[in-house]
């Protein structure tokens, strides 16, 4: 019987020990990455609320809506591979479309093309030889567009996924707005006909899909940042979520 006991005990400790052992395990941390497009700060922006928050267009600045404040980032331009080294500035709010706002500063010191600002962000793993210095850029960086080039970028539903196909140089294309979808044509012609007298669309259409489907958009546009006015038009009317194509 004693017997029997110690070896209990045994099994009790050595599962206390197990159990122990795993829930002091703690899963490593992911770390955020994302390219797509971004909205270089203009001081218009903030005073017509398409963004929450101002910030110094002169500095090497980033705001986001999910990051914490001071996490160090890095922003690449894929089309040169320059680099920028840096820390959220502020959390804001800005059109879903963008997956960050930055400064001009940034923007100049990238090369961006400003009709189509297309960047990578990756979040730096914090360790002791890190320390954010504003203004850097890093020209070591040049094997980025080598490492993972593609031809085009896919922005289907921009709001759910924000990390897109990256794209090795950015080209003038014809974009394509999705505004929404009917059952019925009258239905689609109606919000077609209100938006052209609320916001003065003029390249707006409806498009027969097929038999039970009538979809409203908004094109075509030369570049990303004719599309950008249009987007935030319709953003500040409810619309949320808008699909983005290339035609």
């Known amino acids: 019987m004693k017997l029997n006991k110690i070896i209990f005990l045994l099994v009790l400790v050595n599962l206390y020990s197990c159990a122990d052992y795993k829930t002091s395990q703690q899963p490593e941390k992911e770390y955020y990455s994302s390219s797509g497009f971004v909205l270089i700060y203009e001081d218009n ?11 110094n267009n002169k500095k090497l600045l980033a705001m986001h809506d999910i990051l914490k404040i001071n996490t160090p980032i890095k922003i690449i331009n894929p089309v040169n591979s320059k ?14 479309i963008f997956n960050m706002v930055i400064t001009k500063e940034i923007a100049s010191s990238l090369e961006l093309d400003p009709n189509n600002p ?18 850097n850029i890093f020209e070591e960086e040049k094997n980025v567009a080598d490492k993972a080039p593609v031809d085009e970028i896919k922005m289907n539903d921009l709001t759910s996924n924000k990390s897109k196909k990256k794209k ?14 009917f059952y ?13 007298k609320k916001i003065e669309i003029e390249n707006i259409s409806v498009k027969k899909i097929n038999d039970k489907k009538y979809r409203v958009l908004v094109g075509p546009f030369e570049n990303f940042n004719a599309l950008k006015t249009t987007y935030i038009s319709l953003n500040k009317l409810g619309f949320e979520g808008l699909n983005i194509y290339k035609k």
């Not at 019925?184 to 052209?196: E, G, H, I, P, V």
């Open 45 to 55: 922006l903030y005073e017509q609320k398409v963004i929450n928050k101002k910030i």
């Open 83 to 96: 680099a920028v080294q840096t820390k959220i500035y502020r959390r804001g709010t800005y059109p879903k």
């Open 118 to 135: 297309f960047v990578e962000i990756i979040e730096i793993k914090m360790n002791k030889t890190f320390i954010a210095k504003e203004g």
């Open 168 to 181: 090795k140089s950015i080209q003038k294309d014809n974009f394509i707005l999705i505004i929404s979808d």
């Open 184 to 196: 019925y044509l009258d239905s689609a012609n109606n919000l077609k006909d209100n938006l052209s």
